[in-house]
């Protein structure tokens, strides 16, 4: 995933992995909810996932390493693409004025 969005720091300068805090702010509650909504229809039995389908690493619970790192991705790509709108758009999504100048 780093490879793939480097030109978008290096060139485009969104400088979305600088403002960690920021990132983990993003993509921590989205991540917390849909891990343990998992979590849960896996003990329920309402949800399973075939070895076939995946590596077959699975993480306590039973939960795909992929699923995980779906999680994970999706968001960080969201973030990604709105800042790269936002810097070649000039855009400022609501931010506060002199948070838009940085």
């Given at each position: 995933?780093?490879?793939?969005?480097?030109?978008?720091?290096?060139?485009?300068?969104?400088?979305?992995y600088?403002?960690?805090?920021?990132?983990?702010v993003?993509?921590?509650?989205?991540?917390?909810?849909?891990?343990?909504w998992?979590?849960?229809?896996?003990?329920q039995?309402?949800w399973?996932?075939?070895?076939t389908?995946?590596?077959?690493?699975?993480?306590?619970?039973g939960?795909?390493?992929?699923?995980?790192?779906?999680?994970?991705?999706?968001?960080?790509?969201?973030v990604?693409?709105?800042e790269?709108?936002r810097?070649?758009?000039?855009?400022?999504?609501?931010?506060?004025?002199?948070?838009?100048?940085?």
């Open positions: 995933m780093l490879v793939v969005t480097a030109p978008l720091e290096l060139l485009l300068h969104v400088r979305v600088p403002r960690w805090r920021r990132l983990l993003a993509v921590v509650p989205e991540f917390v909810v849909f891990v343990v998992v979590l849960y229809a896996i003990a039995g309402h399973d996932y075939s070895d389908y995946t590596l077959g690493v699975r993480l306590p619970g939960i795909p390493v992929e699923e995980v790192l779906f999680f994970l991705v999706v968001p960080l790509a969201s990604l693409a709105l790269a709108v810097k070649v758009t000039g855009w400022d999504a609501g931010y506060p004025a002199e948070e838009a100048q940085r």
